[in-house]
């Protein structure tokens, strides 16, 4: 991105053939296979982004089904013990990190500049690296089932498991490594969404007018420049440890084993509620459009958000209650996990408000919503009480956890994601997918959902601890893991509806026209599928709902979406001020690159050398990564600085 | 619901937390039931306007049709449902701290009743019992007796990876790490044996790392404690005898059995291995067709555990045995 002062004064016009052509040129992808490579639009990202998580959605769940087919009898022999430690550590690994975050900033790159009024990302390059990163970093996570090492200590990798005695093949370097991987992605794309948020919008996109899922995505980004480096920083630490003798986690010479689980809950903390708000934020949005009135109390919804985030840094001690922590640390951190609970609530108050003072219109995508009240107040009443620290001695580490985390990444990520799905398809395809097969879809899923992860409190209470890969007869463990089992093909069954809709939708789907729920916010303005430069001219919005504000009477002054500024030089869009959205400059921005791709692959040669200690490799993959950075980053004559002022007005 | 079931609880560190715990339950499933009837009195009152409207757009169920409207009294909602969250919330909290201070470790004056050290292995529990005098300290494994009414505390330590001491329906976890001293506390009100359970993950055979503690009156305590102060009785038959040289031979260079010179510290005491209920860390009872086959292929029964499957002849696997027998 490059900045020229405002020195041209954009011509104010109508969209017309001519310029939407000559836009369509300017703008479009490369043909063929080559699009997919080298595009830069962040909607055909954004799909890769969903399409990709998806996937990993599938693999996680794949295992998950594994799990519970040992799981559904006493003393199971499908899986060995091994194999079972190896799966239900690839599950958790998979489903929080390369599922749960990754299908949230699909939505982020798919909507963000349609939802902000402007044509790309602040950096659209550096949005396909972290793309091409995620999706490296998960293959290369994958990689290790090829070698027949998985990571085998579970999502949080406690140390000394984890270290060189206790686990020597390379299971674990593939753990680090992968995640250390997979933070150069959240990175770029969490600077990305920041930038973007505060520099590309439209005219009149003051804060106080963001979509809340601007506000959720935004925090969930911040937070993560805060939260990776420290996962990134123990990942290397505890792969120093195993690879080079450091002792920074083992007790035997004077290392400290808790230090991974501080650093790890540090990070993994503050991970949850980033996983969860942007989702929240689609509710936000959503249920506004689906009740037929504004969000009641949009201040307060936002807020919240924002406080649920930054609290979410001060309660990661609440994982660790039975590590024998000072009485008043646990009463400490005991008391900020549970008045984090409030935040949450008065999103769910306003959500309660919004449905009991509107008039719901029963879709798909609202049984969704409603679906999600009701498992958003399980997962966070089950949350709050694992803060009063001395019930959490007996509830951690048993199966009622894992009901808990299963309610909140299934219950408030994957529900929010699939109101999501139905209520932005018809803008990402044109088609509307199917309401009918969708409300099947909706009760398998929830009727399955339910079944699986609420009986698992049960089991939670009656003693089951996580992590087992069997257990024996007779001691009331039995029926539930049955029911648990049951519920998890039920809910299996549910998804692959959804993917069934989706294949038919996509064909033979009803064709969607521009806005065919009658919502409120910009990306319905522009036609589904939107133009690859989403907008031929630049609308400017004066109130929080452009597309409704004439019906209700509200903002200062007019939206106008039909006139705006014609930007048609190169790719460029308007740079504003942060807080009101007052046109500052034209930034022009870069167009289709291999770059991305490129520097992925080497960064690639890079881990691999790594993993398998060859460092000739690991040389090669690190040099061959500066010499492309220097040549992504030569400036770009396309996207210079100044330009002749041609057409003064 | 099961011998780990922790929503019973005994004791006086048991007690206040399971009261806290049901508090919580059922706080929770009140808070579920009113937001769910609060969400479908939304949805009931749209469908009673559908109904009842004459108005054809209210009527209507297509989204485009539905007048736009913004209803004003919302956030009063919002109002009271959080000033009752807050009340609720803060009261948790109160009621946390009260419960943490009833059953937090506080330094014993002038010493503890009774200290148990408990060592945590891959995948078993060693238990010493702490005496001032040497004479009244033993060493057994998987099975702690306690006497009833007295605060036991307990020294954790780890011989390698994080574990976690839980025994649910005496107390809840404390961790087990490495390089570090935890301690935790006790107390079992009436007799019994209560389950207890590796609480954190700690590698292949987690899920057969379990114990049992069993809480006697004082009176038998006592008895059970002075028969397990005694070394091994020597062996009551030829068999044993030759069971004994055997166990020796192949047996002894981890197990110990005080009395002879089988004497490895890698394994679990065996000293007294008949008075236990079970093997394996509560993996199978104690019986002789159980230990012989455990005997003969630990790595069946429990995968990757560190008793490797030693060479034995029919005889010899025979002989042990009834040498084991005699360990009462």
């Known amino acids: 991105m490059s900045a020229t002062p405002f020195e041209r004064i954009p011509e104010i016009q109508s969209p017309n053939p001519q310029l ?12 063929g296979i080559r699009r997919w490579l080298t595009t830069v639009d962040h909607k055909e990202i954004g799909v890769m982004y969903l399409v990709t998580a998806f996937g990993f959605l599938v693999l996680g769940g794949i295992e998950a089904l594994f799990m519970r087919l040992q799981l559904a009898g006493p003393n199971g022999h499908l899986l060995t013990a091994q194999q079972y430690n190896e799966i239900f550590s690839m599950h958790g690994n998979t489903m929080i990190f390369w599922y749960a975050f990754p299908i949230l900033s699909g939505f982020g790159n798919y909507l963000w500049p349609l939802l902000l009024g402007s044509r790309d990302m602040a950096f659209p390059r550096l949005n396909a690296f972290s793309y091409w990163l995620f999706l490296a970093s998960g293959l290369f ?143 936000s949005d959503l249920l506004p459009t689906f009740c037929r009135r504004p969000l009641v109390g949009y201040t307060a919804v936002v807020l919240s958000t924002i406080l649920t985030m930054m609290i979410g840094f001060g309660v990661w ?55 999600y009240m009701f498992v958003f107040v399980i997962g966070g009443v089950s949350g709050f009480m694992s803060g009063a620290a001395p019930v959490d001695w007996q509830l951690t580490d048993t199966y009622w956890v894992v009901a808990h985390i299963h309610y909140v990444l299934i219950g408030w990520n994957l529900f929010a994601v699939m109101a999501g799905m139905y209520y932005w398809f018809p803008k990402m395809t044109g088609r ?100 690859p430069y989403n907008f031929p001219v630049i609308p400017s919005v004066a109130s929080r709902h452009p597309l409704w504000e004439k019906r209700l009477k509200e903002g200062d002054g007019e939206s106008v979406l039909e006139r705006g500024a014609v930007l048609d030089h190169h790719h460029e869009t308007f740079g504003v001020t942060a807080m009101d959205g007052e046109p500052e400059v034209i930034l022009k921005m870069p167009s289709e690159s291999y770059m991305p791709l490129l520097t992925t692959c080497a960064l690639s040669v890079l881990f691999a050398g790594l993993v398998s200690r060859s460092w000739w490799c690991a040389g090669a993959g690190a040099l061959l990564t500066v010499i492309l950075s220097v040549v992504w980053l030569w400036p770009l004559a396309e996207a210079g600085q100044r330009e002749v002022p041609a057409d003064v007005l | ?43 009931l009152r749209r469908l009673r306007e559908r109904r009842d409207a004459t108005d054809a757009h209210l009527r209507s169920d297509a989204i ?30 109160i009621w946390t701290f009260f419960t943490l201070d009833a059953v937090s470790i506080r330094p014993q004056q002038p010493a503890p009743p009774m200290t148990i050290d408990i060592i945590a292995h891959q995948w078993w529990w060693e238990v010493r019992y702490e005496s001032s005098s040497p004479a009244q300290q033993f060493v057994t494994a998987n099975e702690i007796h306690i006497p009833t009414g007295v605060r036991v505390y307990f020294k954790l330590h780890s011989d390698d990876v994080i574990h976690s001491f839980w025994v649910p329906q005496l107390t809840g976890k404390t961790d087990v790490i490495p390089g570090y001293e935890n301690v935790t506390w006790l107390e079992a009100d009436r007799p019994g044996t209560y389950r207890g359970q590796c609480g954190e993950y700690c590698g292949l055979q987690h899920a057969h790392m379990a114990f049992a503690v069993v809480a006697q009156e004082p009176a038998q305590f006592a008895a059970w404690k002075a028969q397990q102060l005694q070394p091994a ?18 047996c002894g260079i981890c197990h110990r059995v005080r009395g002879t010179t089988a004497d490895g510290i890698l394994g679990p005491d065996l000293t007294h291995l008949m008075s236990r209920a079970s093997i394996g860390a509560d993996t199978l009872p104690n019986t002789p067709g159980d230990l012989s086959g455990w005997i003969a292929d630990p790595q069946h029964i429990k995968p990757g555990n560190l008793m490797p499957a030693v060479a034995l002849s029919g005889s010899q696997l025979t002989d042990i045995r009834s040498y084991l027998e005699t360990l009462e």
């Open chain 1, 432 to 531: 509307m997918l199917n309401e009918k097969l969708g409300k099947w879809n909706f009760w398998t899923m929830f009727i399955g959902f339910n079944v699986a992860f609420f009986t698992m409190h049960i089991t939670g209470l009656a003693g089951m601890p996580r992590r087992v890969y069997t257990y024996p007869a007779g001691i009331g463990w039995h029926i539930p893991n049955l029911i648990s089992t049951v519920g998890a093909f039920v809910l299996t069954v549910g998804i692959l509806l959804f993917f069934i809709n989706v294949f038919y939708s996509k064909r033979y789907g009803v064709r969607a026209g521009r806005n065919p729920w009658d919502a409120h916010s910009l990306e319905w303005a522009t036609t589904s599928p939107p133009p």
């Open chain 2, 233 to 250: 009785a020597p062996p009551d038959s030829a068999l044993a005898a030759q069971g004994q040289q055997d166990f020796q031979v192949h």
């Open chain 1, 141 to 283: 996570l994958y990689s290790s089932w090829l070698v027949g090492a998985p990571p085998n200590d579970g999502w949080f990798n406690y140390t000394p498991l984890a270290s060189r005695q206790f686990n020597p093949g390379p299971n674990i370097d593939f753990y680090t490594l992968s995640l250390v991987f997979f933070g150069l992605s959240l990175t770029a794309g969490g600077v990305n969404f920041l930038v973007t948020t505060l520099r590309t919008r439209c005219p009149g996109m003051s804060v106080n007018r963001f979509p809340v899922l601007i506000w959720g995505t935004l925090s969930a980004n911040a937070a993560g420049l805060f939260a990776v480096p420290v996962v990134s920083v123990a990942c290397i630490m505890l792969w120093l440890d195993r690879n080079f003798g450091a002792h920074f986690f083992n007790a035997s010479n004077g290392g400290q084993p808790l230090l991974w689980q501080h650093l790890f809950w540090m990070f993994a903390h503050p991970w949850v509620y980033m996983i969860v708000l942007p989702a929240m934020g689609i509710v």
């Open chain 1, 20 to 31: 939407e052509h000559k836009l369509e040129q300017m703008w479009k992808s490369k043909p």
């Open chain 1, 317 to 371: 001690l609440h994982h660790m209650f039975a590590t024998g922590l000072p009485s008043l640390g646990m009463a400490f951190f005991a008391a900020t996990s549970i008045l984090i609970t409030l935040p949450s609530g008065v999103q769910l108050f306003c959500w309660l408000a919004t449905i009991y003072t509107g008039r719901p219109v029963f879709t798909t995508a609202f049984h969704f919503l409603a679906g």
């Open chain 2, 1 to 43: 619901m099961g011998p780990l079931n922790y929503t019973v609880a005994f004791g006086t560190k048991g007690y206040p937390v399971v009261h806290l715990l049901w508090a919580l339950i059922i706080l929770s499933l009140i808070v579920v039931a009113a937001i769910t009837v609060l969400t479908l009195a939304g949805i």
């Open chain 2, 64 to 93: 485009n049709l539905v007048p736009l409207e913004r209803g004003g009294r919302g956030l009063s909602l919002v109002y009271i449902g959080t000033g009752i969250s807050a009340a609720l919330l803060l009261a948790t909290a």
